[in-house]
């Protein structure tokens, strides 16, 4: 018996197909609800066959009644930010479904010093896996003491410094999604014959964490070429910290210098509404002359898409991360099932999608889907969000 499920290239779920097959009848099993020919050895499958059967076709692997409970703590940055909030409730959704999974919450509050010291306290505690939300890479050491001790690790969103610390890292690729988010506003100004040189501010996230340093790369990929050529030109690249009060004040200080600003390239949306809240009380028309982008689909930079203030952002979403992550925790304890080779290092992609006003009606918040596509390996099916 076997579960199988994949996502399209399009990032959208391919319908989870049961395959089992018993005194010689096959039964297809279409999202948890049963179809196909049952001919007439129907009668020969036995009760317990068939709730294994139902209980694999409704996502829940096995049945659970004889199963161990583990004790899972998931580590996480914390309140402190909007975006991490879809994380939390998509780790307490995904429990529902994986009763055998016993999940703590602990909130680091934004501190790699104090998530360093939670993560201790995990394994002393006796946690039995630990699905982590790295802070900053220099909380790797820790992380690979725990590892070293036999706990399984699943980071989310932001990775740590070495792959051998963990058993899988769920989230997006940074260095795309940097560069995806530079480029359209690149060619927007390019098709629209913008006056050169374009003067540039990129406004960096919490320095040393893997989502900053990715995002930051992949902007720049598509920026120094042109800075090479003269097209464009640098004149601020500085941390906000991922902070909308911090990229209001860094921005402020900037008009202060010069309002002469074609586009402001932010590592999260969080960063980009500050910068409009800047240049609106400097006078100014976010959109008009001077394009902003961000990432996450924070619903107020939807909004400010809409209104034509905030010029693109991109999705990844939290909320499936951390599903994800309660996924790949559930079927290395249960199965020991890893990500297999084709994903490297361990690295299971988030589907992102580019959005701007043309298809910002279709996003919803924080890129939250409307179905949870199966992970896309091991025992996995798609889920309601």
Same mark, same amino acid.
């Given at each position: 018996?076997?579960?199988?499920s994949?996502?399209?290239?399009?990032g959208q779920?391919?319908?989870?197909?049961l395959? $089992?097959? #018993?005194?010689?009848?096959?039964?297809h099993?279409?999202? /948890?609800?049963?179809?196909?020919?049952?001919?007439?050895?129907?009668?020969?499958l036995?009760? $317990?066959?068939?709730?294994?059967i139902?209980?694999?076709? @409704?996502?829940?692997?096995?049945s659970?009644?004889?199963?161990?409970?583990y004790?899972?703590y998931?580590?996480?940055? /914390?309140?402190?930010?909007p975006?991490? $909030?879809p994380? $939390?409730?998509?780790?307490?959704?995904?429990?529902k479904?994986?009763p055998? @999974?016993?999940?703590?919450?602990?909130?680091? &509050?934004?501190?790699?010093?104090? #998530?360093?010291?939670?993560?201790? %306290?995990?394994v %002393?505690?006796?946690?039995?896996?630990?699905i982590?939300?790295?802070?900053?890479e220099?909380?790797?050491?820790?992380?690979?003491r725990?590892s070293?001790?036999?706990i399984?690790i699943?980071?989310i969103?932001?990775?740590?410094?070495s792959?051998?610390a963990?058993i899988a890292?769920?989230?997006?690729?940074d260095?795309?999604?940097?560069?995806e988010?530079t480029?359209?506003?690149? %060619?927007?100004?390019?098709?629209?014959?913008? *006056?050169?040189?374009?003067n540039?501010v990129?406004?960096?996230?919490?320095?040393?964490?893997s989502?900053a340093?990715?995002?930051?790369?992949?902007a720049?990929?598509? @920026?120094?070429?042109?800075?090479k050529?003269g097209?464009?030109?640098?004149?601020?690249?500085?941390s906000a910290?991922?902070?909308t &009060?911090?990229?209001q004040?860094?921005m402020?200080?900037? @008009?202060?210098k010069t309002?002469?600003?074609?586009?402001?390239?932010?590592? &999260?949306?969080a960063m980009?509404?500050?910068?409009?809240?800047?240049?609106?009380?400097?006078g100014?028309?976010?959109?008009r002359?001077?394009l902003?982008v961000?990432?996450?689909?924070?619903? #107020?930079s939807l909004t %400010?898409?809409?209104?034509g203030t905030?010029?693109?952002?991109v999705t990844?979403?939290?909320y499936?991360?951390?599903?994800?992550a309660?996924?790949?925790?559930?079927?290395?304890?249960?199965?020991?099932?890893? *990500? *297999?080779a084709?994903?490297?290092d361990?690295?299971?992609?988030?589907?992102m999608?580019l959005?701007?006003?043309?298809?910002?009606?279709s996003?919803?918040?924080? /890129?939250? *889907?409307?179905v949870?596509?199966p992970?896309?390996?091991?025992?996995?099916?798609a889920?309601p969000s």
């Amino acid at each position: 018996m076997a579960v199988h499920s994949a996502i399209t290239a399009a990032g959208q779920p391919m319908v989870p197909h049961l395959y $089992a097959k #018993e005194g010689g009848v096959v039964i297809h099993s279409h999202r /948890g609800i049963f179809k196909g020919k049952i001919r007439a050895t129907i009668a020969a499958l036995s009760v $317990a066959s068939l709730t294994t059967i139902a209980a694999v076709g @409704l996502g829940q692997g096995v049945s659970y009644a004889a199963s161990k409970t583990y004790k899972i703590y998931f580590i996480f940055t /914390g309140y402190a930010y909007p975006y991490f $909030a879809p994380m $939390a409730l998509g780790v307490n959704a995904a429990a529902k479904h994986y009763p055998n @999974l016993d999940i703590k919450i602990v909130n680091a &509050n934004n501190s790699a010093s104090q #998530e360093i010291t939670d993560l201790n %306290a995990a394994v %002393a505690a006796g946690a039995q896996g630990i699905i982590l939300n790295t802070i900053e890479e220099s909380v790797t050491a820790a992380a690979q003491r725990a590892s070293a001790q036999g706990i399984p690790i699943v980071t989310i969103d932001r990775d740590v410094a070495s792959p051998s610390a963990r058993i899988a890292f769920i989230g997006d690729n940074d260095f795309v999604l940097g560069r995806e988010q530079t480029q359209a506003a690149l %060619a927007y100004m390019a098709s629209h014959h913008w *006056p050169k040189p374009w003067n540039v501010v990129i406004l960096q996230g919490t320095l040393g964490s893997s989502t900053a340093i990715g995002r930051l790369n992949g902007a720049l990929s598509v @920026l120094n070429p042109l800075v090479k050529n003269g097209t464009v030109k640098i004149i601020l690249n500085t941390s906000a910290n991922f902070a909308t &009060n911090t990229a209001q004040t860094v921005m402020s200080e900037e @008009l202060a210098k010069t309002t002469n600003i074609q586009l402001v390239v932010c590592g &999260n949306d969080a960063m980009a509404l500050g910068v409009i809240t800047a240049m609106k009380d400097h006078g100014l028309v976010p959109g008009r002359k001077t394009l902003i982008v961000g990432a996450d689909a924070q619903p #107020e930079s939807l909004t %400010a898409i809409k209104q034509g203030t905030q010029f693109d952002t991109v999705t990844h979403s939290p909320y499936l991360e951390a599903f994800w992550a309660v996924e790949a925790m559930d079927n290395y304890l249960q199965y020991k099932i890893k *990500p *297999p080779a084709r994903f490297k290092d361990g690295d299971i992609l988030i589907p992102m999608t580019l959005v701007t006003r043309a298809n910002v009606a279709s996003v919803g918040a924080w /890129g939250t *889907p409307r179905v949870i596509p199966p992970l896309p390996y091991g025992h996995s099916r798609a889920w309601p969000s």
